[in-house]
T-cell receptor
């Protein structure tokens, strides 16, 4: 059973395009997250979302916006993609904010 | 400010040898501490965590870690590594906002 799933696994697109990455968790967790992992493997929290409360990392450009249609989904929408957005994006979820986070397989985004 | 340091960018160990990966943190209160593993092209998987209680924590795949408050460390150990342990290992600390602060990772290379 897939706990945290992301689609697509790979995404190649041109600069300036708008794209979305979908994330779903079937664990019944209350909190979901988006991370960006750069080429040096450094993991950076982008957003956390709990019961409709969104906590944004202030360093994230406003071209990035999370959208949560329900508790089990937290999608990431990116406008006007830039070369520097190329990275692997991970979705994660946890039961409560202090609990263990379970990660999705990642989406490798390449912006050309 | 809270931070996590993994001083070794990569470590090479012979198969069957023992392993210790270092992790030091900077945090004012009692930390929540985690070790995650990322296999090539995969998402992150939790190896073990420390929230409170016994400072020696057992995890999956034969890993353990010891929380040493006096040294602000949470080093990961395994008595005998297997080739399948080759991966990137990340230490993380949960802060007061329950966000994970990540180390830069240590790449484990296994020599046959």
């Amino acid at each position: 059973d897939t706990a945290v799933s992301q689609t697509p696994k790979y995404l190649v697109t041109q600069m300036g395009n708008d794209k979305s990455i979908k994330c779903e968790q079937n664990l019944g967790h209350d909190t979901m997250y988006w991370y960006k992992q750069d080429s040096k493997k450094f993991l950076k929290i982008m957003f956390s979302y709990n019961n409709k409360e969104l906590i944004i990392n202030e360093t994230v450009p406003n071209r990035f916006s999370p959208k949560s249609p329900d508790k089990a989904h937290l999608n990431l929408h990116i406008n006007s993609l830039e070369l520097g957005d190329s990275a692997v994006y991970f979705c994660a979820s946890s039961q409560a904010e202090a609990d263990t986070q379970y990660f999705g397989p990642g989406t490798r985004l390449t912006v050309l | 400010a809270q931070s996590v340091t993994q001083p070794d960018i990569h470590i090479t160990v012979s198969e069957g040898a023992s392993l210790e990966l270092r992790c030091n943190y900077s945090y004012g209160a009692t930390p929540y501490l985690f070790w995650y593993v990322q296999s090539p092209g995969q998402g992150l998987q939790l190896l073990l965590k420390y929230f409170s209680g016994d400072t020696l924590v057992q995890g999956i795949k034969g890993f353990e870690a010891e929380f040493k408050r006096s040294q602000s460390s949470f080093n990961l150990r395994k008595p005998s590594v297997h080739w399948s342990d080759a991966a990137e290992y990340f230490c993380a600390v949960g802060d007061s906002n329950y966000q994970l602060i990540w180390g830069a990772g240590t790449k484990l290379i296994i020599k046959p």
